[in-house]
């Protein structure tokens, strides 16, 4: 959903499958091989159990309907494809209907280590394993509803909620960090900083402070917050998010850790 990309969506043909080239099909094997070997070190547990149970193609791009054929009977959760860019209220609509909004484009190779909009290989691999674990799907279906009812003025603050959780969420297991967000466990050099580097800030997990942090979508997080466990995320859905989001309005954004950009405050 970043405001500027310079992909173009693929379109499925007459039976809602999408083409790729050998030349993208070996991007995403490629990125799941060098991810696979890094993930069993960094990411999280529920994260990896996910992975497991979605068993998908390391050699080729998986098609939507593949996935969701895998995560339906776990949590009620499907994939669809769409268009490159989507705005904030189809995005929380999708969400809502236990739908995840999928990127159909897959990265060219000068941008096989970041890129700032989600593509297929992010939102497949680094989402929908997540979307197995019935906690974490919980969390982004109220994400949704909770946005369905949140006017379009005030998204970037209910955003900042998923950035920080579903997108760039740590988690503590066994006393070691682990990376639980989609942006960290599909991104080859972010999930391994995320954990092992000495820069970046890890803040204990607060609703109202998440609400308050601004960040920067083209940057590797300075600020992270953690997790003790998956069923937080529960408490978190069960809260009254748009009394917190006025409470956070009311005491205002927290100053930036970093250079604005023009790029600031986007999702992915
Ligand atoms: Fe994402």
Redesign the pocket.
Known sequence: MAKHTNYTAKSADSSGFIGYSAKEHSVWSDLFNQQEANIQHYAANEYLYGLEKLAMPSDRIPQCSEISQRLKPLTGWTVAPVPALISFGRFFKTLSEKTFPAASFIRNRADFDYIKE?DIF??IF??TPLLTDPSFANFSETIGKIGLQVKPADYSWLIRLYWFTI?FGLIKQNGIYKALG??LNSSPTELIYSIDSPVPERREFNVIDILRTPYRIDIHQPIYYVIDEIDDLLQVAERDLLSDIKKAQSLGLYEMTYEPSQTTELT?
């Open positions: 989600p992010h939102e680094g989402h997108e989609s942006g992915a």
